[in-house]
């Protein structure tokens, strides 16, 4: 009796193909069933970075995207965030080198608002003083990218590496970098009306 209500319920659903937002280039994430497509919206589904390039050398970073829609058989996703996997983090930290954080609030150039945590690692142990100006750089070049770019923009540029990119070419003026990165990032609200200035949230050495 109760492994045919089982069988029922499972007959009942219908299996839905989520699909990456356009500016990750619709990439399929997969199929999820549900028994009403309502019930679909809302959910959040995770991938890697290599599920959407097809570049192994991404899997590292994972992906979170909600369900926003659905359109007949496909479900229709936003970013909602990302980070790095705990084995990837772990696998950056040195004995006798020192980690740099940054963890921002930003709102982009068409009102998304999200935090952003900024990591750099250095090659060898450094003074408090390069600590605060490779801050200081990342604090710049985050604020100055989400004043110029759409919430679409910034999240390819920070998730692909562009920004990180941007903040170790500068960083690396003042002391010897092994890997700079966004290692976290999550959106806090949808097109808010106001731009509101870069607030540092915390930061720690």
């Known amino acids: 009796m109760s492994t045919k209500k089982v069988r029922d319920k499972w007959r ?3 299996w839905y193909t989520v699909v990456a937002p356009p500016y990750f280039g619709n990439v399929e994430l997969g199929a999820i069933p549900a028994d009403e497509q309502e019930k679909l919206v809302g959910r959040v589904v995770e991938a890697t970075l290599y599920e959407i390039t097809g570049d192994f050398a991404h899997q590292y970073l994972k992906i979170y ?4 829609s659905v359109e007949g058989k ?7 965030g990302h980070e790095y996997s705990r084995d990837y983090l772990r696998s950056l930290v040195r004995r006798r080198t020192t980690k740099v954080d940054g963890i921002f609030n930003v709102t982009t150039k ?19 003083s390069q600590e605060q100006a490779i801050r200081k750089i990342m604090t710049k070049i985050v604020e100055e990218k989400s004043k110029a770019l759409t919430m679409d923009q910034f999240v390819q540029e920070m998730v692909l590496g562009k ?11 003042i002391v010897p970098l092994r890997h700079v990165g966004i290692r976290k990032s ?18 720690q050495g």
């Open 12 to 14: 009942s659903k219908a």
């Open 65 to 68: 995207f909600q369900i926003t």
């Open 74 to 80: 496909t479900a229709r996703t936003m970013f909602k």
């Open 110 to 128: 068409d009102g998304y608002r999200l935090r952003v945590a900024v990591c750099a690692f250095t090659l060898s142990r450094i003074k408090t």
């Open 163 to 173: 920004i990180a990119s941007d903040i170790y070419n500068e960083a690396k003026k």
């Open 186 to 203: 999550k959106l806090l609200t949808q097109a808010a009306q106001l731009q509101a200035p870069l607030q540092t949230v915390e930061q």
